[in-house]
């Protein structure tokens, strides 16, 4: 890909559906894993639970191999069915925001941005700017097509988020991230720096927690 035919420019109102649906895709993509699922479940704080769980399917069915492998599909399975859900909940929390995000940036928040990045003619990627005071602006909306990802598409976006603060007065960035996306080792390359870490509980299980982060960076 010639990183020169990327264009960073507004959000137009007849691309709202497209980037839309674009957002919804990434999510799920990065949510919706076996990898995100094992992670929930299949770790050394729940290792005892799945042993109990072994040792009953083992009286039930005197078979090793189902004592061995029932309990892990279900821990498994469960953790897609919580990761579903976590995905309804925010979809629920942001559906005026998704409905219409041209009206959301430019009218609803007047003070806000929201940006594509366009390779020959198609929308890649996008990022979003929301003001939360004077000084100080949150980065949302950040999504690029799983093709196009570790071509740089990403740290662009970054960096029209950054110039375009600096000239609006904006002097702090904030970021929140989760382990569930890929952005965190972007950000901390950039000089994004961890300013706190939240444990969320997924399943009432020991080691069923999603991590998120918040980051910052002066701009100067």
Wanted: one cysteine or more; charged letters at 20%; glycine letters at 4%.
């Amino acid at each position: 890909m010639d990183k020169g035919d990327i264009v960073i420019r507004d959000l137009r109102q007849e691309e709202s559906h497209q980037v839309r649906e674009m957002l919804l895709s990434g999510l799920f993509t990065e949510v919706l894993t076996f990898r995100n699922a094992f992670k929930l479940t299949v770790n050394s704080e729940n290792c005892v639970w799945v042993a109990i769980l072994s040792v009953f399917f083992y009286i039930l069915t005197k078979s090793v191999a189902l004592a061995a492998l029932v309990p892990v599909i279900l821990t498994v399975l469960t953790s897609f069915v919580c990761l579903w859900r976590d995905i309804q909940q925010h979809m629920s929390h942001t559906q005026v925001e998704l409905q219409d995000l041209h009206a959301w940036y430019n009218n609803i928040e007047p003070d806000s941005k929201f940006w594509v990045a366009v390779y020959r003619q198609n929308i890649i990627g996008s990022a979003a700017l929301h003001r939360a005071s004077e000084t100080v602006a949150e980065l949302k909306r950040m999504s690029v097509l799983p093709m196009y990802r570790r071509q740089g598409v990403g740290t662009r976006l970054l960096k029209h988020f950054e110039e375009h603060c600096r000239s609006a007065g904006i002097r702090k960035a904030l970021i929140t991230a989760s382990e569930f996306g890929p952005g965190v080792h972007l950000y901390q390359k950039s000089g994004y720096v961890i300013n706190s870490t939240f444990h969320r509980r997924m399943l009432p299980l020991p080691g069923a927690l999603k991590t998120e982060w918040t980051l910052s960076k002066k701009l100067n």
